[in-house]
């Protein structure tokens, strides 16, 4: 594989000095928005208080993090003018709301909001959550792909990198029913590691997976064989990879980042194992603010020296081959090859 000039800077900005990923997600919807509503007792939470815990996740969190990720909504209308310089800016494309069929759930993007827009004001990457599950109606399946491959184009057009995040999710069929954005504690492995096959040609153009656990977090430490798991969801993806949360607990998170990273993973996107119980907090301010400088930092500086010692640099990976992703051509002719808008 190589990377296009605007592909590789963007790959840089968000990583540290060291090429590993230390990313927080400060992009969620339904996990903010809903805690917020039900303290109020109203069907939507007010924007006010919304925009105001993200712009504070930036502020406290940011010093520790490689790139933050944030959406159109709120984060970057409030909180853009507290992200340093120095750090990435990862933008959200998905919309939170998605239709359900039964048999698949159906993602759409952001309303009025596409990979152009976010290139031109300055974003250094792409973020797009698809919900999917092999075994689930092949339409849904198929329509899953499209619109993944359509924003994989459009992010080689406009050469930004594609930060792609796959998540499992229940059928009709199955025990265990959730519309929320929380881990199944009833998903296989299989399904999980399928997905990330059915996304790993080189037509979808993903740049980096951000992937869930292959099994559910309070199982990890339980189960039989779950390194080879993680192994075979390295060698599945076939580029750099990082692991999300999925509101994993601090603990249970940090098990499955040394798994990952003993898998070549080359750091974490993670938003709610960071800043989760200090938000329990709301609506006591201050308190919020002492969580997430206390304990929610402390963790950050937990995790990221985990991936100091184990994660794999992101230039580094195999696919890059040898010698690491690279800047080519790096001689006068770039500007001749380089294609334009």
């Not at 990583?15 to 809903?34: E, H, N, S, W, Y």
């Not at 993200?54 to 209308?77: C, F, N, R, W």
């Not at 099994?215 to 039989?224: N, R």
Request: charged content about 25%; overall charge negative; glycine content about 10%.
């Amino acid at each position: 594989m190589e990377l296009t000039a605007g592909k590789l800077w963007g790959m840089r900005r968000m990583a540290d000095a060291g090429g590993l990923f230390k990313m927080t997600a400060v992009d969620q919807r339904p996990p903010i928005k809903g805690p917020i509503a039900a303290h109020y007792g109203t069907d939507a939470a007010p924007y006010e208080d919304v925009a105001r815990f993200k712009a504070m996740l930036v502020e406290t969190l940011q010093e520790g993090s490689s790139a933050m990720l944030l959406d159109p909504h709120y984060a970057i209308p409030v909180g853009l003018k507290h992200l340093s310089p120095t750090k990435g800016l990862i933008v959200t494309l998905e919309d939170s709301l998605f239709e359900e069929t039964g048999n698949g759930r159906k993602s759409s993007m952001i309303d009025d909001w596409d990979v152009g827009k976010i290139k031109r004001m300055g974003g250094d990457a792409v973020k797009v959550l698809a919900w999917y599950r092999p075994d689930a109606d092949p339409t849904v399946c198929q329509h899953q792909r499209d619109w993944t491959k359509r924003i994989g184009e459009a992010c080689a057009k406009y050469d930004i990198p594609f930060l792609f995040e796959l998540l499992v999710h229940p059928l009709d069929s199955d025990t265990e029913q959730t519309s929320e954005y929380i881990e199944m504690n009833t998903k296989r492995a299989d399904d999980v590691l399928r997905s990330v096959e059915a996304f790993s040609g080189a037509d979808f153009g993903v740049d980096v997976f951000k992937l869930e656990s292959p099994v559910p977090a309070k199982d990890v430490a339980q189960t039989d064989g779950v390194q080879a798991l993680f192994d075979e969801m390295g060698r599945l993806a076939g580029r750099p990879w990082v692991m999300l949360s999925a509101g994993a607990g601090k603990p249970e998170f940090k098990a499955i980042l040394e798994h990952a990273f003993a898998a070549g993973a080359s750091g974490f996107l993670a938003g709610r194992a960071i800043w989760l119980d200090a938000f329990q907090a709301f609506p006591d301010w201050d308190a919020i603010r002492a969580g997430l400088e206390g304990e929610s930092a402390a963790y950050m500086a937990e995790i990221s020296a985990l991936a100091d010692a184990k994660a794999t640099p992101w230039d580094q990976h195999a696919c890059w081959g040898a010698g690491g992703a690279q800047f080519k051509p790096a001689d006068a002719s770039f500007r001749h090859g380089y294609e334009g808008l």
